[in-house]
């Protein structure tokens, strides 16, 4: 039962575009969101959350979007970069939910110079 | 400064034997999780732990053991029973709520390959 589900495997961007990643979820519990980036062999990183009460957080190039009512995110990248290509991971936090993060699948973002 | 060490950063093992990973961390953090990456399925919870001597099984524990007897400390054994462990282990602690990432803080992983 995959409760968060990035239905795309991979996104390739032309540098300076805009780069969109999207991310489903199912349980309607769900209280805080966070995306992740991720290089081969490493530990994810933190790049931006946003809790349910809100639909969009910003911070420099990166902006979240939620809509509850869709059960959608969505993470905008702005303008994109070489350096941004990687894994972005897609994660919930459950509403009391000891803190343990679902993860979803992951999307492949690829920026070309 | 302060952090998550996981090691090996590299560990083969046989068929038939059981392998442990260490997790150390000196953050203070009371939850310590254990996380497995696989191509295509995202990173998925092996078990966590709250508080030192409890923890719980996550959503794949089958072939797994854990144990919590400090605080620092989170190490994971791989049994044989588990049936596919070639994978991406990852080790993550975490802090109160409250902050924007809810504290989480990742290991750099350890690669493990059964030979």
């Known amino acids: 039962d995959q409760q968060v589900k990035q239905n795309s495997p991979s996104l390739s961007v032309q540098e300076g575009r805009i780069s969109i990643l999207n991310c489903d979820y199912t349980n309607s519990m769900f209280d805080y969101f966070l995306w992740y980036k991720k290089y081969p062999a490493e530990g994810p990183t933190f790049l931006i959350s946003i809790s349910s009460i809100k639909d969009k957080n910003e911070d420099g190039r990166f902006t979240v979007f939620l809509n509850k009512s869709a059960k959608h995110l969505s993470l905008h990248i702005v303008p994109s970069q070489p350096g941004d290509s990687a894994v972005y991971f897609c994660?919930?936090?459950?509403?009391?939910?000891?803190?343990?993060?679902?993860f979803g699948q992951g999307t492949i973002l690829t920026v070309h110079p | 400064d302060g952090g998550i060490t996981q090691s090996p950063k590299y560990l083969f093992r046989k068929e038939g034997q059981n392998v442990t990973l260490s997790c150390e961390q000196n953050l203070n953090h009371d939850a310590m999780y254990w996380y497995r990456q696989d191509p295509g399925q995202g990173l998925r919870l092996i078990y966590y732990s709250q508080i030192v001597n409890d923890f719980q099984k996550g959503d794949i524990a089958e072939g797994y053991s854990v144990s919590r007897e400090k605080k620092e400390s989170f190490p994971l054994t791989v049994t044989s029973a588990q049936k596919n462990p070639t994978a991406f282990y990852l080790c993550?602690?975490?802090?109160?709520?409250?902050?924007?990432?809810?504290?989480?803080?990742f290991g750099s992983g350890t690669r493990l390959t059964v030979v």
């Open positions: 993550a602690s975490s802090s109160p709520r409250g902050l924007q990432n809810y504290g989480y803080t």
């Open positions: 994660a919930a936090i459950l509403y009391r939910g000891h803190g343990k993060l679902t």
